[in-house]
């Protein structure tokens, strides 16, 4: 008994395909020999004899008009075995002279061949996706034990010993309906698993899709700054060829048992601080989000307030945006004078002007470790409410 049935669908699609440029009637049987398309829709779920004697010989078989009984369901004409994988799964049939049509119903039986194969390899490629992708969901979710998911892995050809790390790939919302939703996830999701990429993939909803992507060098180091600039190639590739407007939130590798899961847990939170913080960032890194996705949980939670508090004076008036600005370039540059001054393109005496300012306004001491840290904290905790490069003249006069 063959393993594979052929479906009515495409195997009417067949029919419809070919009749339009072969003028007999063809129908399309099962390895039961029944009738499960056809030109002529009385004849759908009929046994078909000549189908019966080909599954028999396993070969075609040609009715010729004088041998086919008058009274039977017996026609005249060619059937001709289907096979896929070496296996006869049924059985194509042309209605008419054998010396007339057989060269049509080989090329009829080819096409149909053709099309068999291709749904069965569409259907082998679909379980393969889908085993591919609860594996991932199992890594992320540290659902079942290593062996086990060493043993799924194995099947499909994936290696877990590399380190990964895991990664969310965002679509942002836009006016469409959910079918053309599903269409952009198929597209991402196959963009971003493709085999060059070493990626696993699954979605984890409509609008996300986990990645889980190589995380050492072809030597098998580390390097940090390498895997930030793979994954904003990534994410400009996927934008560039989908067209959708797209964030990604990578997390960290971490080793060990769960350290998918665990990294996965990283990207999550990413994610989220950087969708409140930073909600025009399309590209968020852990590594620069450290303070503010260990301290942002929950993000309305009194205390994230209190810590914001410093910083009130500079982020509740837009015309501060400058000294806002001035405060974050000095805490990058290590808070050396020349350094900042250099960045933000002022001279030394109209730097400290500005940090006078910020002083006064927010009543701290930027000699004081403490007052410092406090603006360190609210600063990275902050959303990006105030523009980071504005336009606004220089509130400090340059004084020589």
């Given amino acids: 008994m063959p393993s594979v049935a052929i479906d009515p669908a495409l195997a ?22 029944v009738i499960i398309a056809s030109g002529d829709p009385a004849r759908l779920g009929q046994v078909h004899d000549g189908a019966l004697r080909v ?36 059985c194509v049939g042309l209605t008419g002279v054998p010396g007339t049509i057989r060269p049509y119903a080989e090329l009829v039986r080819m ?5 068999l194969e291709q749904a069965q390899q569409s259907r082998t490629l679909s379980r393969e996706t889908r085993l591919r992708e609860e594996l991932v969901l199992s890594l992320i979710r540290d659902e079942a034990p290593i062996p086990a998911l060493a043993a799924s892995a194995a099947r499909l050809g994936i290696d877990l010993r590399p380190a990964r790390v895991a990664a969310i790939v965002e679509i942002l919302p836009r006016t469409q309906d959910g079918i053309a939703l599903v269409g952009d996830m198929h597209r991402l999701g196959t963009l971003l698993g493709a085999p060059d990429q ?26 940090p700054d390498r895997l930030r600039e793979r994954a904003q190639r990534l994410l400009a590739r996927a ?12 997390g960290r590798p971490v080793e060990g048992p769960g350290g998918m899961a665990r990294s996965y847990q ?6 989220a601080a950087g969708r409140r913080l930073h909600p025009a960032r399309r590209a968020l890194f852990y590594e620069d989000m450290r303070l503010p996705v260990l301290l942002d949980d929950p993000l309305r939670d009194w205390r994230t307030q209190e810590l914001r508090a410093p910083l009130r004076p500079l982020t509740d008036a837009a015309r501060h945006a400058p000294l806002l600005r001035t405060l974050r370039t000095w805490l990058d540059h290590g808070m050396q004078q020349r350094a900042t001054a250099a960045a933000l393109g002022l001279h030394r005496n109209s730097l400290d002007y500005r940090l006078r300012q910020i002083e006064r306004l927010c009543g701290v001491d930027l ?10 904290l609210a600063l990275h905790l902050t959303p990006d409410a105030v523009p980071d490069r504005p336009a606004d003249p220089d509130p400090a006069p340059v004084v020589t």
């Fill in 239 to 250: 934008q560039t060829a989908t067209g959708l407007d797209l964030r990604l939130a990578l």
């Fill in 55 to 90: 599954m028999a010989r396993q070969e075609a078989v040609e009715i010729e008009p004088r041998a086919a009984p008058p009274d039977g369901d017996a026609r005249p004409g060619v059937n001709l075995p289907l096979r896929l994988g070496g296996a006869v799964v049924g």
């Fill in 198 to 223: 070493g990626n696993l993939v699954a979605p984890l909803s409509l609008t996300e899709i986990a990645v889980l992507t190589p995380a050492l060098t072809a030597r098998g180091t580390w390097d």
């Fill in 266 to 271: 990283v990207a999550r939170a990413t994610l």
């Fill in 111 to 115: 096409a149909a061949e053709t099309m």
């Fill in 367 to 376: 000699t004081r470790s403490a007052d410092i840290v406090a603006l360190y």
């Fill in 12 to 33: 009417q699609a067949i029919v419809d395909r070919s009749m339009t440029v072969i003028a007999c009637n063809i129908n399309v049987m099962d390895s039961h020999g």
